[in-house]
């Protein structure tokens, strides 16, 4: 199929379409907009590293109709999210709340926001910026809201680096190391049923972390409030 006709057909939601598509500049593209800019976050960005790792993997060809190099994803997808992040610090550094005065849409919430900067006051700057980074929406908005909140350039450098390391490694080797064996148990023409469970589950599981937090801030909370009373 054309390009031109292939972009027209494009589905922007739908990893695979986008990987067969635009190939490993569409992964990089697709990771730098839902990490630095604010209208990427409905981007998928979860399911498009592990289908990117599936696409690394020897039967790439049979799964998703496409062969990406895995050292290359393992170089770039780090690179264009952490490139991403730091733009949003810096716009949400520079233009402040104004970055978020606008009317609720269809894509645009308010909510959203605030989501982003509970997560930030609740963990504290650094592990915000780590844990944000599994959670789809978080992810996009707590870049600026850290900048918002004037936490230093370089601060948010070190910590994003590891957020963005561990995040887009830690999925593409989830797609690209079970690969083979996921081609030989569902089979290549059903990895489009199985692709949005597994992504769930990858998700979840990096909610664990989250998790724990809040568990372990009630349960600091609780002596305190037993005193107070």
Known sequence: MPLSHAVLSLNPLDARSLLQTFGLLGVLVILFAETGLLIGFFLPGDSLLFLAGIAASPVAAELVGVQLSLPVLMIGAPVAAIAG??????LGARYG????????SRLFRAEYVERAEHYFTRYGPGKATVLARFVPIVRTFLNPVAGMLHMSARRFLLWNVIGGVAWTEAILLAG??????LRDTIGATNIDKYLLPVVAVIVLLSLIPIG???LRARRNRAPEEQTTR
Do not use: D, I, S, T
């Open 212 to 214: 724990v937090e809040v």
């Open 85 to 90: 992040a730091q733009l949003g610090h810096l």
């Open 176 to 181: 690209y190391l079970p690969a083979r064996k």
């Open 97 to 104: 709340r104004r970055l978020f005065n606008r009317p609720n």
